[in-house]
């Protein structure tokens, strides 16, 4: 069947391990195929993909979950496309799951702890105090005494990275189960997402955590905008992806690498973790189907300054990953599409699109009786969907800067507005029953601002400007991989 190229050494791992007959696949649900299923366009980062008839046909059936079978090739070519996210995995191939210890990391939390272990009695349970006042963590400990939990004590506060590897340390499972106090897991996840171990290339899974219930406008504004939310559709979890990182308040690693959280940091440090198993060679998944769920902020001030500090990691994860960080990665010309229209030039939008068609079809030549047309189709309506999420990203990256040219520059304010309605509009619509207009626009505004001032102030202690640099690429859309 062939080699898919520009794979980098990362996932040769992950490539010498076939997906195992059994394993339900199926293809990403942005996937487009055209020329009777021949050609085919999506992936991460996005790319062009002309297959022969044979593969074709499979690639066509696992357009719906379908198991992989034991034909020759097609677990090896499950796993390429999976490795360059071409397809995901719904469920593992059956197999005995491995063992697990659940390391519940904490600094005070006392009710939220007791009420966890309470949940999970019975499962092989270790709570790692890191370092809260000697009352609370006498009743901590009593608390880890009654449900049979090992208790761990910092006398001070070592940060969450030191409190995962010590429990991690201490485990004896052979997968460990970090999980933040405040998050409640549904009963079935556990045994789904221990399941996805049994695939040996697998380092690490997470399922999604969507907010608890409640009530008022930033919990509503939370159930889509969540940061540890990442959304419906599975994924392959690497840096400049769809799922770009994966949170560690409820994360499943094997317990061999369990222990190399970075110490020295005390945010971004499940990012660093996770992008540092990828670099390793291993495949980190996202589960949507299995969920947990985790409270609101209690106040819009804790709210902002939980914003403002996941910002901040920016500058340090940039010294130490470079361009994986890079806040947009995108195609140029979607980007010069995008400026064309906030600009209102027509030359610029025009010519962002007309040249990247010509490239692409000339590609295509050969390959589908109409190629111009379907360059056409592919670079209009790839630049339609671009457009809200590089809006946002872009709104999330420079917001200061943006806030200060709309107030400063005159000329500047519609364009401004019209990129902040096109971050906003696209993202709150489907949502408007439960969110109302003024409050989710105030609280996205607010987010963004807090988010972004977090990346200034995080890339000017890291002396970097990488966490502000963008990345284009001018001809991606025109680029072709076979298989």
């Given at each position: 069947?062939?080699?898919?190229?520009?794979?980098?050494?990362?996932?040769?791992?992950a490539?010498?391990?076939?997906?195992?007959?059994?394993?339900?696949?199926?293809?990403?649900?942005?996937?487009r195929?055209?020329?009777?299923?021949?050609?085919?366009?999506?992936?991460?980062?996005?790319?062009?993909?002309?297959?022969?008839?044979?593969?074709?046909?499979?690639?066509?059936?696992?357009?719906?979950?379908?198991?992989?079978?034991?034909?020759?090739?097609?677990g090896?070519?499950?796993?390429?496309?999976?490795?360059?996210?071409?397809?995901?995995?719904?469920?593992?191939?059956?197999?005995?799951?491995?063992?697990?210890?659940?390391?519940?990391?904490?600094?005070?939390?006392?009710?939220?702890?007791?009420?966890?272990?309470?949940?999970?009695?019975?499962?092989?349970?270790?709570?790692?105090?890191?370092?809260?006042?000697?009352?609370?963590?006498?009743?901590?400990?009593?608390?880890?005494?009654?449900?049979?939990?090992?208790?761990?004590?910092?006398?001070?506060?070592?940060?969450?990275?030191?409190?995962?590897?010590?429990?991690?340390?201490?485990?004896?499972?052979?997968?460990?189960?970090?999980?933040?106090?405040?998050?409640v897991?549904?009963?079935?996840?556990?045994?789904?997402?221990?399941?996805?171990?049994?695939?040996?290339?697998?380092?690490?899974?997470?399922?999604?955590?969507?907010?608890?219930?409640?009530?008022?406008?930033?919990?509503?504004?939370?159930?889509?905008?969540?940061?540890?939310?990442?959304?419906?559709?599975?994924?392959?979890?690497?840096?400049?992806s769809?799922?770009?990182?994966?949170?560690?308040?409820?994360?499943?690693?094997?317990?061999?690498?369990?222990?190399?959280?970075?110490?020295?940091?005390?945010?971004?440090?499940?990012?660093d973790?996770?992008?540092?198993?990828?670099?390793?060679?291993?495949?980190?998944?996202?589960?949507p189907?299995?969920?947990?769920t985790?409270?609101?902020?209690?106040?819009?001030a804790?709210?902002?300054?939980?914003?403002?500090a996941?910002?901040?990691?920016?500058?340090?994860?940039?010294?130490?990953?470079?361009?994986?960080?890079?806040p947009?990665?995108?195609?140029?010309?979607?980007?010069?599409?995008?400026?064309?229209?906030?600009?209102?030039?027509?030359?610029?939008?025009?010519?962002?699109?007309?040249?990247?068609?010509?490239?692409?079809?000339?590609?295509?030549?050969?390959?589908?009786?109409?190629?111009?047309?379907?360059?056409?189709?592919?670079?209009?309506?790839?630049?339609?969907y671009?457009?809200?999420?590089?809006?946002?990203?872009?709104?999330?990256?420079?917001?200061?800067?943006?806030?200060?040219?709309?107030?400063?520059?005159?000329?500047?304010?519609?364009?401004?507005?019209?990129?902040?309605?096109?971050?906003?509009?696209?993202?709150?619509w489907?949502?408007?029953?439960?969110?109302?207009?003024?409050?989710?626009?105030?609280?996205?505004?607010?987010?963004?601002?807090?988010?972004?001032?977090?990346?200034?102030?995080?890339?000017?202690?890291?002396?970097?400007?990488?966490?502000?640099?963008?990345?284009?690429?001018?001809f991606?859309?025109?680029?072709?991989?076979?298989?």
């Amino acid at each position: 069947m062939g080699n898919l190229r520009d794979l980098n050494h990362r996932q040769a791992t992950a490539l010498s391990i076939d997906l195992a007959p059994g394993t339900v696949v199926h293809v990403e649900a942005s996937a487009r195929s055209h020329a009777a299923g021949r050609l085919w366009f999506g992936g991460a980062p996005f790319r062009m993909l002309s297959v022969n008839q044979a593969v074709a046909d499979l690639l066509t059936q696992w357009k719906e979950p379908t198991a992989v079978t034991t034909r020759t090739g097609e677990g090896a070519l499950a796993r390429r496309l999976e490795v360059t996210g071409f397809l995901h995995v719904v469920a593992p191939a059956g197999g005995e799951l491995p063992t697990m210890s659940v390391v519940i990391p904490t600094h005070g939390r006392v009710g939220a702890v007791a009420n966890l272990l309470a949940q999970l009695h019975g499962h092989d349970l270790l709570v790692v105090d890191d370092g809260t006042e000697a009352i609370d963590a006498l009743q901590l400990e009593a608390s880890c005494h009654l449900h049979g939990a090992k208790y761990v004590r910092h006398e001070q506060p070592l940060g969450p990275a030191a409190a995962r590897n010590s429990g991690a340390t201490l485990a004896t499972g052979e997968v460990v189960c970090f999980l933040d106090s405040d998050v409640v897991p549904d009963e079935s996840t556990f045994s789904n997402l221990l399941a996805h171990f049994t695939d040996p290339a697998v380092g690490a899974v997470a399922p999604r955590i969507v907010v608890a219930n409640g009530t008022g406008q930033l919990q509503a504004y939370e159930t889509w905008s969540s940061p540890l939310d990442l959304g419906a559709e599975p994924a392959t979890v690497r840096p400049r992806s769809r799922v770009s990182y994966v949170p560690s308040a409820l994360l499943f690693v094997r317990r061999e690498l369990a222990s190399r959280f970075d110490e020295s940091l005390h945010v971004g440090e499940d990012v660093d973790f996770i992008w540092s198993l990828d670099q390793q060679g291993w495949l980190i998944r996202y589960d949507p189907a299995c969920t947990a769920t985790h409270p609101v902020r209690p106040t819009l001030a804790s709210w902002c300054a939980q914003r403002f500090a996941y910002g901040t990691s920016a500058g340090e994860l940039t010294n130490r990953h470079g361009e994986a960080t890079t806040p947009i990665a995108t195609s140029g010309w979607t980007a010069l599409s995008l400026l064309g229209f906030l600009t209102f030039s027509p030359a610029i939008g025009i010519g962002s699109l007309v040249v990247p068609t010509v490239l692409l079809g000339r590609r295509l030549r050969g390959r589908t009786p109409t190629p111009y047309q379907l360059a056409a189709s592919t670079v209009v309506l790839g630049s339609l969907y671009a457009g809200p999420p590089l809006a946002r990203q872009t709104v999330r990256t420079y917001g200061p800067f943006l806030l200060a040219a709309g107030i400063l520059l005159r000329p500047l304010r519609l364009p401004i507005l019209c990129l902040q309605a096109l971050a906003f509009i696209p993202r709150w619509w489907g949502n408007r029953q439960t969110s109302r207009l003024i409050p989710a626009l105030g609280l996205q505004t607010l987010d963004d601002l807090s988010y972004s001032s977090g990346v200034l102030l995080g890339a000017a202690h890291a002396r970097t400007r990488g966490a502000l640099r963008p990345s284009f690429t001018w001809f991606s859309s025109s680029s072709t991989t076979e298989d």
